[in-house]
Structure formats: structure tokens, C-alpha cells
């Protein structure tokens, strides 16, 4: 194996030392920043998501702050959902396109004052792309990274835990409502929200330099629900149904062709960007659309970074965008981005080098 080679390039997370001594096996690069993988028992760590509570290294969610007169006029401007109804202490998914209404980014937006929000970012650079689109608009904001990394506290059991460290106030928050708060003098933000289907909170770290410290925190408080630690698990997420921007998109992908036309409210004003190509590809029809695929095979998928073709017929219809051994299914089981020509039922092929694997589409999520 190869080992990285440090550099200011790569920041790391404020937990990532809490990880490393936890014996953390695999990482990957999100955001330009090392992102925490496996401990190395994909199995328990699976388990632990569905089962009991899980804790999650995600400070790799960067945060991007917009504040100042134009601030709630900006985060308007760069997403097409509609935020105002957006309450204080409010966080919403917002799927972000640009000028052609290709999804580049899926941030969650909290609201914290009138004129002040921040971006929770998926992995993409909106921070550039926030300050060209300010400028160029001559819009009064200041845009900034604060010193806030998200930590993940998933799974049925999660609430449980919170609970335990902040109170049982984080029992009545509502879905992607948070609320500032603090322990032992550590100031965060707690969110009811997470990159899973089994329920959680992400506690907002709001001074890095107590990473570890946070992280024996709420080591020490899950210790009697069997917390350990874990990540972002592709399984539990393909089989829930939750989608990975540029991971199951790329520069050709427009939200409704990937189950986000929920949240886009195509009355917002035209002066958001993308809204005039999302109304005109609403209008014509998305060409493509997103399924789940069972795989006829129990063999895992080979080791490969790019998207398979799907054919059927002798012509590629569409592509497996990312596959997974689903624990629960046992079956291998993955997403399709495919021509609309192409339903829940049909079958296809899905092309791996010399071997092709049948497998039938389905409708999302699967569980
Ligand atoms: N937490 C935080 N920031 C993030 C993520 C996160 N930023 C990047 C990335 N993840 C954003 N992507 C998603 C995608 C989906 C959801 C959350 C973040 C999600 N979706 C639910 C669903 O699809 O069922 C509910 C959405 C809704 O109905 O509003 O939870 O994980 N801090």
C-alpha cells in the first residue's frame, strides 16, 4: 500500500487524530481534506449504523458562512428551493446547479440570524463559486470559512446518546433544526440530521483545537449503548436511497434525473441561478432517471473508480453510477442513471470488462 504524504493541501479534520487512535484503516479526499473510511470490520461498523449508534468523522461537510445585507438575497440566489419561509435556527437540503441546471453541489443551508447562514457543503468548491456569483451580482456579503467541523452521531441508539451529553431538549428537535449549545465549555451546534436513514444528530464543532477532546466526550457517553466509531457507509446509503453528488452525477446531471425535483420550487425568481434551464428541463422531461439495481451475482463488485455502462440490446442505455453487497438484501445492489425508456422491472446488463452481469431495475430506496 502507499501512505500520504502530509501537506497544508490536505487539511485535516480536528477529529482526525481521535480517528487515527482509534485505529483507522482506510480514508478517502472530500473537500480537499481527508475523510475518515473504515477501522477496518466494514461488518460491525454496518451493524452498529443499523443496530445501535455509530460515531462519524464528517468535519469534511466544510462550512461555508455567508453574512451581511445581501446574505439571505444571496443564499436565495444560489439555490433553487425556496427559503423564505426559512426559520432562525432552520436547516434545509439545498441542491445547487448552475447556469445550465447541472447539480454541482447538495449543501444542507442553516439558517443562524436573518443575515447569516451557512453552507454545509457536499464535495465541490462553493466557496468560489459563492464569492464569483456575490461579486458578480455586486451583492453586500462576506463570505468566510468559520472554524466548525461537523461530527456524526448516527443510528437508532444516537438519540439516546445526545441526549445524554446536551439534554433531552435534542429529543424535540425537529428534522435538520438545530440549536447552539455547548460541554465542558466546548462551544458546537447540535443538528438532528446525517448522511444515514437510521436517525442521528451531527454535533457542529465550533473551536477545532478541541477535536480529541469532543471526540472522548461522546466516546465516553456512548460507551453503555456500544457506540464505535464509524463513517459515511455505502451500503446503508444505496440502500436508503441517498444520493452522492458527483459520485452518482457529473457534469451532464440534472437534479430531477436524480430524485432532487422535490427541492426545487420552480416559482423562485428568475434571478436564481439555473432556475430558467430547471423550468425548460422540467417542461421537456429529464431524458434520464434514477432506479435501483439488484445485481444476479454475489460476486463483489471488482475494484474500479469510474461508472459501468449498462446495455441492453447491444447499445449502452445508461450507467451503474455505484454498487454495494447489501447486508440486509444479501444481494449486490446498486444505482442506475438510465434512459427513461427503461423501468422498474426491466433487466439489463452491466458491463465489467470481459464479464457481464444481468440485473433487474427496481424502484428507490430499497429499504
Ligand atoms: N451533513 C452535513 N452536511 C452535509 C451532509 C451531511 N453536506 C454534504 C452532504 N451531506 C449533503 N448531502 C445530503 C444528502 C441528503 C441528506 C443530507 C445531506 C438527507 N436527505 C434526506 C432524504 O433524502 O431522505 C432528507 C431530506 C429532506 O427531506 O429534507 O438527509 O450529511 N452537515
Redesign the pocket.
Known amino acids: 500500500m502507499f501512505s500520504v504524504i502530509p501537506s497544508a493541501r490536505l487539511r485535516p479534520s480536528p477529529f482526525l487524530e481521535a480517528a487515527m487512535a482509534e485505529g483507522l484503516q482506510t480514508a478517502s479526499v472530500y473537500n480537499r481534506m481527508i475523510m475518515p473510511g473504515s477501522y477496518g470490520d466494514m461488518q460491525a461498523e454496518y451493524w452498529r449504523l443499523i443496530n445501535g449508534v455509530s460515531m462519524w468523522d464528517?468535519g469534511v461537510?466544510r462550512q461555508v458562512q455567508v453574512k451581511g445585507k445581501d446574505a439571505a438575497k444571496l443564499a436565495q440566489i444560489l439555490s433553487p428551493r425556496d427559503l423564505s419561509k426559512c426559520k432562525i435556527g432552520q436547516g434545509?437540503?439545498i441542491p445547487m446547479v448552475n447556469h445550465s441546471g447541472i447539480l454541482i453541489n447538495?449543501?444542507?443551508l442553516l439558517k443562524h440570524e436573518e443575515d447569516m447562514f451557512w453552507f454545509?457543503?457536499?464535495d465541490s468548491d462553493v466557496m468560489f463559486w459563492a464569492k464569483a456569483i456575490a461579486a458578480e451580482r455586486g451583492l453586500e456579503v462576506d463570505i468566510t470559512e468559520p472554524d466548525v467541523s461537523?461530527m456524526?452521531v448516527q443510528g437508532p441508539l444516537a438519540e439516546d446518546v445526545v441526549a445524554s451529553i446536551f439534554g433531552d431538549w435534542v429529543r424535540d428537535l425537529k428534522?435538520?433544526w438545530f440549536h447552539d449549545s455547548e460541554v465542558e465549555g466546548i462551544p458546537v451546534a447540535v443538528?438532528r440530521?446525517?448522511?444515514s436513514?437510521q436517525g442521528g444528530f451531527?454535533i457542529y464543532l465550533k473551536d477545532s483545537r478541541f477535536g480529541s477532546q469532543l471526540w472522548n466526550i461522546i466516546k465516553e457517553a456512548g460507551l453503555p449503548y456500544g457506540i464505535g466509531p464509524g463513517s459515511p457507509t455505502t451500503a446503508e446509503r444505496i440502500e436508503s436511497g441517498?444520493?452522492s453528488?458527483w459520485g452518482d452525477t457529473d457534469y451532464t446531471t440534472n437534479p430531477y434525473e436524480v430524485r432532487l425535483g422535490n427541492y426545487i420550487d420552480l416559482d423562485v425568481p428568475d434571478d436564481v441561478i439555473g432556475i430558467k434551464a430547471l423550468r425548460k428541463i422540467h417542461a421537456e422531461g429529464p431524458k434520464r432517471h434514477q432506479l435501483g439495481l439488484i445485481l444476479e451475482t454475489n460476486i463483489p463488485k471488482p475494484f474500479r473508480f469510474a461508472w459501468e455502462p449498462l446495455m441492453s440490446g447491444g447499445q449502452v442505455v445508461g450507467d451503474m453510477t455505484c454498487c454495494s453487497w447489501s447486508p440486509r438484501l444479501t444481494k449486490n445492489i446498486g444505482f442506475a442513471l438510465i434512459s427513461k425508456e427503461f423501468n422498474a422491472g426491466d433487466e439489463v446488463e452491466v458491463m465489467r470488462g470481459d464479464e457481464n452481469v444481468l440485473a433487474k431495475l427496481v424502484e428507490l430506496p430499497f429499504l
Open positions: 464528517v461537510e434545509k437540503y447538495d449543501p444542507i454545509s457543503i457536499a461537523p456524526a428534522y435538520f443538528q440530521s446525517g448522511w436513514k451531527e441517498l444520493v453528488c
